[in-house]
């Protein structure tokens, strides 16, 4: 066998040859059939969670500015026009509203590729199971015990809807 030098490999596919036996962490090639299972589960979970991510920025970033701006107050048209005029002057609360619109935009791509019946409620289940740990990271809200058991039903119930 010819001796290594720095920097050459014998065998690609494994890192060094001390590891030429069948190692746990040893790399193997990606197939075709991984990229295209990577490739579905990005255009319906992958897409799903963008979505997710994206409605949670933006009400997360539109309830901390209107926790400075105080609640709304419905004396006239004009002082709700006013309170949502001082909302829009935060970059915060445009980038917010733009993540909430743009949230369907990723959702629809994965409704396309998979059935409603599992999807809306996956979307539905994984806006409440993020929103409320943000909420009471950043928000200073707090969770009740059956906010608790309601969260757990949903993770086993997502559980159960994957399966």
Same mark, same amino acid.
């Given at each position: 066998?010819?001796?290594k030098?720095y920097g050459?490999?014998?065998?690609?596919?494994v890192?060094?040859m001390l590891?030429?036996?069948?190692h746990p962490?040893?790399?193997?090639?990606?197939?075709k059939?991984d990229?295209?299972?990577f490739?579905?589960?990005m255009l319906?979970?992958?897409m799903?969670l963008?979505g997710?991510l994206?409605?949670v920025?933006?009400i &997360?970033?539109l309830?901390?500015?209107m926790?400075? @701006?105080?609640?709304?107050?419905?004396?006239s048209? %004009?002082s709700?026009?006013? &309170?949502?005029?001082t909302l829009?002057? &935060?970059?915060?609360?445009i980038? %917010?509203?733009i993540?909430?619109?743009a @949230?369907p935009l990723?959702y629809?791509v994965a409704?396309?590729?998979?059935?409603?019946?599992?999807?809306y409620?996956v979307s539905? @289940?994984?806006?409440?199971?993020?929103?409320?740990p943000?909420?009471?990271?950043f928000?200073?809200?707090t969770?009740s015990a059956?906010?608790?058991?309601?969260?757990?039903l949903?993770?086993?119930s997502?559980?159960?809807?994957?399966?």
């Amino acid at each position: 066998m010819r001796r290594k030098t720095y920097g050459q490999r014998q065998n690609r596919d494994v890192p060094c040859m001390l590891f030429a036996h069948s190692h746990p962490f040893r790399r193997r090639a990606k197939t075709k059939e991984d990229i295209m299972i990577f490739k579905e589960f990005m255009l319906t979970w992958g897409m799903i969670l963008v979505g997710v991510l994206f409605n949670v920025f933006g009400i &997360y970033a539109l309830k901390a500015k209107m926790n400075v @701006a105080g609640s709304i107050s419905f004396t006239s048209v %004009g002082s709700v026009i006013g &309170y949502f005029w001082t909302l829009a002057k &935060y970059p915060s609360v445009i980038l %917010g509203i733009i993540a909430v619109f743009a @949230a369907p935009l990723p959702y629809a791509v994965a409704v396309s590729k998979m059935p409603l019946s599992i999807a809306y409620p996956v979307s539905v @289940a994984l806006n409440f199971l993020v929103l409320i740990p943000v909420s009471i990271c950043f928000l200073g809200e707090t969770m009740s015990a059956k906010q608790v058991i309601a969260m757990a039903l949903l993770v086993i119930s997502i559980y159960f809807l994957y399966k």
